[in-house]
């Protein structure tokens, strides 16, 4: 028999929202209700019938509440076996009724950590009887109803409905598995808060847990399968962006908007448009507004631009719409769009647009996480930052004002770009980008390459790449790379150093006329 009947029912929720109706309809099915605390008071407020969980077990809520539900009376309800002559005979021996469905959601510790709550609210939100029921309840899950998720109510009225009272064993299976995630993951928020309290960002065991958003059509190429799961965090960005109209947003579109967005993030003076192509950017620019920004991000690498995405760091508006609307795209994230932008764009049926709501601040403490076979990789984010204090002039010539604005320009936007990046700038745009190649100096050929070519397509005779500045993600571990990079015409150079030819490098730069400073600081992005 894999129909099983519920005649009473155990109701402990943090979260209230839809219980009244779902309350009511097991009241009318005739299920008896057992309740605690708030859950109890909210019910009979509603005109629900409830037995307290004290007078079903004959023993009174103790220590604040810490202690209602760890009882015999309750756990032998609901781990009892009904098919096992020995547990049937325990239960009438010590007078423990079968619990059929329990319906618990947990305090909110998440919530309470998330509102920046001190310490012991925190602890205090630590449910204890909630978990220890719903792993009860799950494990017996041959006879007995779990619901963990408010949004599964509707689920059990429909089992109950169409199976006289009763639920099959395929969904007490499914809201099971359900049931441990949960635990699972409310157990995980846990174990990350205290180690992150106790200052430990290495724990010698580490969980990690999230919620599916979405399931994706597929993954990185067709044949594989993917879905989205939010950690949590509520940081501004794709995963927690509105769609606002398009086509549905594929697991590429997912890391390539976030590489985009988190570019931009960097720029918090003046408008600035990042354009992506395969999580690297084809060209990046600040301006006044975003129109010219976009434009001279654009007119970076126009080819590669073709099917990217686009980044901007303000409120999307009709002038920059307008522009963007000239070529395809495949996303466009920013924290807001104007109406006239949305005009503009909306012919465009399946073009993705994403509005975050705002902008995340540029990356903070926090953790990174890749797997490995076998293994997880994490470490903490790349949240170095690198102002003009941080500079160290090598050469003898040293950058002027506009140089260095341009440097740390060119330098944020080469932290973004996968290594070996090579990034060349001029007036807060870049003229050329080199990325992801084996050798550091084909990344600067091909920037500089890069840059000859957009200075052609806008009818320059000229490279753009002279005049400009040019960054470089990690070290020159020679002078070929620095050396291709004064060829095409940079006049400045920002590196971390740190290359035990540093010496040959900055000889190099200074008969090259070039200034360069040290950063002390290596972006790899892999």
């Known amino acids: 028999m894999t129909e099983r009947p519920i005649r009473r029912a155990l109701i402990s929720v943090s979260d209230k929202s839809g219980l009244e109706p779902f309350a009511k309809f097991l009241s009318s099915q005739g299920v008896e209700i057992l309740s605690t605390g708030g859950s109890a008071e909210a019910l009979r407020k509603a005109g629900i019938a409830v037995i307290d969980v004290s007078a079903h077990t004959g023993f009174p809520e103790i220590m604040d509440g810490r202690v209602k539900t760890l009882h015999p009376k309750i756990h032998g309800g609901l781990l009892s076996r009904r098919d096992l002559a020995t547990h049937v005979e325990a239960q009438q021996t010590h007078g423990i009724g079968d ?14 950590v998330a509102a920046g709550k001190p310490w012991e609210d925190c602890i205090e939100n630590i449910d204890i009887g909630g978990p220890a029921l719903i792993r009860a309840a799950a494990k017996n899950h041959d006879f007995v109803t779990i619901v963990v998720d408010p949004a599964d ?7 109950m409905t169409a199976h006289r009272g009763a639920t099959t064993l395929a969904t007490r299976r499914r809201l099971a598995r359900q049931a441990y995630a949960r ?70 579109n997912f890391n390539d908007a976030d590489a ?40 970076c690498d126009p080819v590669s631009a073709f099917g990217g995405i686009i980044a901007a760091n303000r409120r999307l508006d009709g002038a920059v719409a307008e522009e963007i609307a000239k070529i395809f795209s495949e996303v466009i994230i920013a924290p807001g769009f104007t109406p006239e932008a949305l005009a503009v764009l909306g012919a465009k049926k399946n073009l993705r647009l994403v509005e975050t ?12 996480v890749r797997s490995i076979a076998g293994a997880l990789l994490v470490q903490t984010n790349d949240a170095k930052k690198t102002g003009a204090g941080n500079l160290k002039v090598v050469t003898k010539r040293a950058p002027s004002e506009q140089e260095i604005a341009d440097l740390l320009f060119a330098f944020k936007v080469a932290k973004h770009a996968k290594s070996n990046a090579i990034v060349y700038a001029k007036n807060g745009a870049t003229v050329g980008v080199g990325a992801g ?18 200075a052609k397509t806008a009818g320059d005779a000229e490279t753009w790449a002279k005049g400009s500045v040019v960054a470089s993600d990690a070290f020159f571990p020679f002078a070929d790379g620095l050396l291709a990079a004064a060829e095409a015409g940079a006049t400045a150079v920002i590196q971390p150093g740190g290359s035990m030819r540093d010496d040959e490098v900055i000889k190099a730069a200074d008969e090259a006329g070039l200034a360069m400073v040290f950063t002390g600081i290596r972006h790899f992005r892999h």
């Not at 985009?260 to 192509?277: P, Q, S, T, W």
């Open 437 to 454: 190649q084996m050798s550091r100096v084909d990344s600067s050929r091909i920037a500089a390459w890069k840059a000859a070519e957009a």
């Open 99 to 112: 619990i059929d469905l329990l319906v618990s959601n947990l305090y909110p510790f998440e919530a309470t």
């Open 357 to 368: 709501g705002g902008m995340p601040a540029p990356a903070t403490a926090g953790l990174t």
């Open 153 to 159: 109510y509707a689920v059990v009225i429909e089992e």
């Open 183 to 252: 635990t699972a993951a409310y157990d995980a928020a846990i174990a990350r808060w205290m180690a992150e309290q106790a200052g430990e960002k290495f724990p010698p065991r580490i969980s990690f847990a999230g919620t599916r958003s979405q399931v994706l059509r597929y993954g990185e190429n067709p044949h594989q399968e993917a879905a989205v799961y939010l950690t949590g965090e509520r940081r501004p960005g794709i995963a927690l962006g509105k769609q606002l109209q398009g086509k549905e947003l594929s697991y590429n």
């Open 260 to 299: 985009a967005f988190e570019l931009v993030a960097e720029f918090d003076e003046g408008a600035a448009i990042a354009v992506i192509k395969h999580a690297n950017p084809c060209g990046v620019a600040t301006g006044s507004d975003l129109r010219s920004a976009y434009l001279r991000a654009l007119a």
